[in-house]
């Protein structure tokens, strides 16, 4: 039994009509498998058939999946890639037109400076070259308009293409998803580059004759196009050039998501994301735990080596779970349920953070109390001492056994919540101190700035939880407040965001960890 030659006749898969086709409705006994040659689901007679005799089956609901990924992470490239890049070409284009514009004026100028000079006769002459500037000028600027419109009307199929693989994702109707196809490839060809070349006058000598030859002339003119002058915009980041993420901004009204219970019998003090469905808690015993996101499950749970209640989690770049042991003087590095170590000597560690180059940032008090640092660790190697700003003085307030939480921005800053300062307190790259924050007036409780955990978003901003005022502040890179999240929390204590910059808050209060919605993704 061939599907692909009954088509046309009464076939129909798991006994459902083509139109309503769903991945959850397949009869089992009828359609369950693939044949990947074919390209068309099989049953299970058409497998023992001639037609399909000898060629590769998979099962279905696993070609549907991968189908579905691979729609998925198209929609991705659309997104974070093409989209933001056609957006740069069409602004490369306004700005050369714009400064076209101006290019052509100050020749306009120029010309007009000249003419002063000369007598009456010589007027007609100014005045035809201005108007062959004119008509350069538009020709050109024609040109570059007809360019910025095809390029537009590709971000509009872009956004169309965008749209209708994410109706694709989101359906069950297996006859819609297979009939779909991505288009793509097309826009990964970026559009030429026309470079209009500026004209120059050359002026001339006045000596009362060959007027329009000894007035001047204009240099010939050239629009050329070339196709490698554009690059894709990439998602890595570096010091030099970051990435441009989708343009996001803050909810007027922030919204609960969902609400996970970790079961902690007493405290709960730390979250940090291994995926956008899956978070690393940590709480007042020396046992962290997996937890999904959706069905808000326990899905494995780690020991501490030393038996010692872990003081601070975070996730490396490879979906490694990292704890720092405050007791122990190691920084512990889980790999394959086996645990890495980092000792310290003399030194005791506490809060600590993956970078974006996949070094760990930890901070760190000595062993009297009197000293606090944040050391950049490569491996185990140390790469970076931050101690002391610019005037020897120390940048974080020297105590012992206070959780200090830290985290990098996007800028590649460090950023510390130093709850013993009461601050946030902001280095750049090179340890450099940028600013200090302080908080904000009026708090929520009105009571004094109490910064524990700490986070950055897509956007650059920064966001530390406030214990005291049961909130979270909101601020830019540069340090300036920008609002609070104040949904009805319990004890905020540790933070992180998933790649979707939804927040998640360890709520020290009731034990739960809230994920929050607090910004929107706004396209151009």
Not at 208 to 225: C, V
Not at 250 to 264: C, F, G, M, S
Not at 340 to 360: A, F, M
Not at 500 to 520: C, H, P, S, T, W
Request: one cysteine or more; hydrophobic letters at 30%.
């Amino acid at each position: 039994m061939n599907p692909r030659t009954t088509r046309s006749s009464n076939f129909r898969p798991g006994n459902l009509p083509p139109s309503t086709l769903d991945v959850n409705s397949i009869d089992k006994e009828q359609c369950k498998m693939y044949c990947n040659q074919c390209d068309i689901p099989v049953c299970h007679k058409c497998i023992g058939s001639d037609q399909h005799l000898g060629h590769k089956v998979s099962e279905i609901l696993k070609v549907v999946d991968e189908r579905k990924t691979k729609f998925m992470k198209e929609q991705t490239e659309l997104n974070k890639t093409i989209y933001p890049t056609y957006q740069d070409i069409a602004s490369d284009v306004q700005n050369r037109m714009s400064q076209l514009e101006k290019e052509y004026g100050d020749l306009s100028t120029a010309i007009t400076k000249h003419g002063e000079n000369w007598h009456r006769e010589i007027d007609k002459l100014v005045q035809k070259l201005k108007a062959e500037v004119d008509e350069m000028k538009n020709t050109q600027l024609q040109t570059l308009q007809k360019h910025l419109d095809e390029i537009n009307k590709t971000i509009s199929d872009i956004k169309d293409e965008f749209d209708s693989l994410e109706t694709t994702i989101d359906t069950n109707d297996l006859s819609k998803l297979f009939s779909v196809t991505s288009n793509v490839h097309t826009y990964r060809n970026l559009p030429h580059k026309i470079n209009p070349s500026l004209l120059k006058f050359i002026p001339g000598k006045i000596q009362g004759e060959e007027l329009s030859k000894l007035f001047g002339a204009i240099s010939s003119s050239s629009l050329t196009s070339d196709k490698h002058d554009y690059s894709m915009k990439t998602t890595q980041k570096s010091p030099e050039a970051g990435s441009s993420p989708p343009v996001k901004q803050l909810l007027d009204e922030t919204e609960t998501v969902t609400t996970i219970d970790t079961r902690y019998k007493y405290d709960l003090y730390n979250v940090a994301c291994l995926s956008d469905e899956e978070i690393w808690t940590r709480g007042d015993d020396n046992i962290m735990k997996l937890y999904s996101i959706n069905q808000g499950s326990l899905l494995k749970s780690i020991r501490t080596k030393s038996r010692d209640i872990p003081f601070n989690i975070a996730v490396t770049k490879s979906g490694d779970l990292v704890y720092t042991d405050y007791i122990d003087r190691t920084v512990n590095i889980v790999k394959n349920e086996k645990i890495e170590v980092i000792r310290l000597q003399n030194w005791r560690p506490n809060g600590v953070c993956s970078t974006s180059s996949g070094d760990l940032l930890v901070i760190m008090e000595s062993d009297d109390g009197k000293q606090t640092k944040v050391v950049r660790y490569s491996g185990s190697t140390v790469k970076q001492t931050i101690q002391f700003d610019d005037k020897g003085k120390p940048l974080y307030q020297p105590s012992s056994y206070i959780l200090r939480y830290i985290t990098e921005n996007k800028n590649q800053d460090i950023c510390v919540s130093d709850i013993g300062a009461k601050a946030v307190v902001v280095v750049n790259q090179a340890g450099k101190l940028r600013f200090r924050y302080t908080g904000h007036t009026p708090a929520p409780n009105n009571r004094p700035f109490d910064p524990l955990g700490i986070t950055t978003d897509s956007q650059g901003h920064i966001l530390t939880a406030d214990y005291n005022n049961n909130c979270v502040h909101i601020i830019d890179q540069d340090g300036q407040f920008l609002r609070y999240i104040d949904c009805v929390l319990s004890g905020p204590w540790g933070m992180c965001i998933d790649t979707n910059d939804n927040l998640f808050v360890a709520q020290y209060g009731n034990r739960q960890v809230k994920e929050i919605k607090y910004m929107y993704m706004y396209l151009q």
